[in-house]
């Protein structure tokens, strides 16, 4: 279970902050976040990935409290618990793709890598159209390829926990459908939460639950003036 309660939000030195009373999000369930630019969206999953640190509140995922942990065993939890999507990928442009999609289990001595890991990332690859390019440089690939190669490096190491924000924005009809189908498929085969930031409406149908953020927010009194905040 993830359950947010009472949490509050402050970026230093700006007037954002956010607000969030309660959220529950079952073990296997898929929701998708919507809402305007600028609300929260992004802040609201960094949080939830243990990125940043609520001024106050209780952040639980399954059996892990976030805001009693340090930032090293946030690290950790993260790196071994959570796959990440993020809006610019952050692909190592001086790693082969199949590298990008193997960063977790190069950068973490919690997670072992071993021949049915490599098998696991070719697979991937595969399964979204990259497989001929598993040692091509990222800097060849297009936009919607790193965005490909990011989301095949979110599910590889099987997490609990699936957090994508705009995993869809650089890609065409059919394969952002591919891509969904991927990241749903994926989180079903370990019953891992799916927690998605998205402004395509037409996605929404293949959640368990659609969430508009600012009624979210609003719940937590949320106010957001200007600050970081990026454009989700």
């Not at 892990?64 to 942990?69: I, N």
């Not at 190069?106 to 990259?130: F, K, T, W, Y």
């Amino acid at each position: 279970m993830i359950s947010l309660d009472d949490v509050r939000f402050d970026f230093p030195q700006t007037t954002f902050s956010l607000r969030i009373g309660s959220l529950e999000i079952a073990p296997d369930e898929h929701v998708a976040i919507t809402g305007p630019s600028g609300c929260g969206k992004t802040t609201l999953l960094q949080i939830l990935s243990g990125i940043l640190k609520p001024v106050s509140g209780a952040v639980r995922i399954g059996d892990a409290e976030l805001t009693s942990m340090s930032d090293a065993e946030r690290r950790r939890f993260r790196i071994t618990s959570v796959g990440q999507v993020f809006q610019d990928f952050e692909l190592l442009e001086s790693l082969r793709l199949v590298e990008n999609i193997l960063l977790p289990f190069m950068i973490n001595g919690a997670l072992i890598l071993d021949g049915p890991v490599r098998a696991r990332a070719r697979s991937l690859a595969e399964s979204v159209g990259l497989g001929e390019f598993l040692n091509r440089p990222v800097t060849k690939l297009s936009q919607g390829e790193r965005q490909r190669v990011a989301i095949c490096r979110a599910v590889i190491t099987k997490p609990s926990l699936i957090l994508a924000d705009e995993p869809t924005g650089n890609l065409d009809s059919l394969t952002k459908l591919t891509i969904m189908k991927l990241l749903h498929d994926q989180a079903r085969a370990t019953g891992a939460s799916l927690v998605v930031v998205t402004h395509d409406h037409e996605l929404l149908s293949g959640f368990d639950r659609s969430l508009d953020f600012v009624e979210i927010a609003s719940q937590g009194k949320t106010r957001k003036q200007t600050g970081p905040e990026d454009a989700s």
